[in-house]
């Protein structure tokens, strides 16, 4: 089992910076993935970014790329989203996940654990 715990979120108002924490602990050495998506009510959750564990390799989604920035913090187990220059678009709970099956991947579908999400909200 793998557990995941996101912080970090809040409100700011547009053009604002927030910096997500997602800190997991367990079988962290069976994460190969590790991922943010974000929901809306009534939408399908969303791929924001993905950071490989061991070796570091991003990928983004094109609504965030130049904004946001995922990176790992090894002492800490833990991975963080940067976001910039918020928009209210971005208004979303935040979710952190891992994917222990090898895929780099942004289905939702490909991660088996989930954390229980943070809200951000930007007012504009």
């Known amino acids: 089992q793998v557990q995941l715990v996101e912080s970090g979120g809040g409100l700011v108002q547009a053009g604002g910076s927030l910096r997500l924490s997602c800190a997991a602990s367990g079988r962290t050495f069976s994460i190969y993935n590790l991922g943010w998506f974000r929901q809306t009510p009534g939408k399908e959750r969303e791929f924001v970014a993905s950071?490989?564990?061991?070796?570091?390799?991003?990928r983004y989604a094109s609504s965030v790329r130049g904004r946001f920035t995922i990176s790992r913090d090894n002492a800490k187990n833990s991975v963080n989203l940067q976001l910039n220059s918020l928009t209210p678009e971005d208004t979303a709970v935040y979710y952190c996940?891992?994917?222990?099956?090898?895929?780099?991947?942004?289905?939702?579908?490909?991660?088996?654990?989930w954390g229980q999400g943070t809200q951000v909200t930007v007012s504009s």
């Open positions: 950071i490989i564990w061991s070796g570091g390799s991003t």
């Open positions: 996940a891992a994917s222990t099956a090898g895929v780099e991947g942004t289905d939702p579908l490909a991660f088996d654990y």
